[in-house]
């Protein structure tokens, strides 16, 4: 079983900043790819960013390009959204979730575990 546990959401102003933290059990974290995902209210839930097992490798929404970084820290079995330059459309729920190949792309079916979400509003 693996569980996902995501932090680091909050409420800043249009412009700021934020880091969101995803950690992980389980003993095969860094044999898969890692996604994150955002649902806002009323709304699907919507592909935000990807990164490879190896880290070599990821994938932007065309809107946070620029602005977001997926990264990640095998040893700590711990995935990263550094989020820049924040708008208030960034405002919803912000999941992580475990890819169900070693590079998974942007579509919610290619990932078979998920986080719990934190919150991140942007205020303008």
């Known amino acids: 079983q693996v569980q996902l546990v995501e932090s680091g959401g909050g409420l800043v102003q249009a412009g700021g900043s934020l880091r969101l933290s995803c950690t992980a059990s389980g003993r095969t974290f860094s044999s898969y790819a890692m996604g994150w995902f955002r649902q806002a209210p009323g709304q699907e839930r919507e592909f935000v960013a990807s990164?490879?097992?190896?880290?070599?490798?990821?994938e932007y929404e065309d809107s946070v390009k620029g602005r977001f970084t997926i990264s990640r820290a095998n040893a700590k079995m711990t995935v990263y959204l550094q989020m820049n330059s924040l708008k208030p459309e960034d405002t919803a729920v912000y999941y992580c979730?475990?890819?169900?190949?070693?590079?998974?792309?942007?579509?919610?079916?290619?990932?078979?575990?998920w986080g719990q979400g934190t919150q991140v509003t942007i205020s303008s």
């Open positions: 979730a475990r890819g169900i190949y070693a590079l998974s792309g942007r579509a919610v079916g290619e990932y078979d575990y």
């Open positions: 990164i490879s097992w190896s880290g070599d490798r990821t």
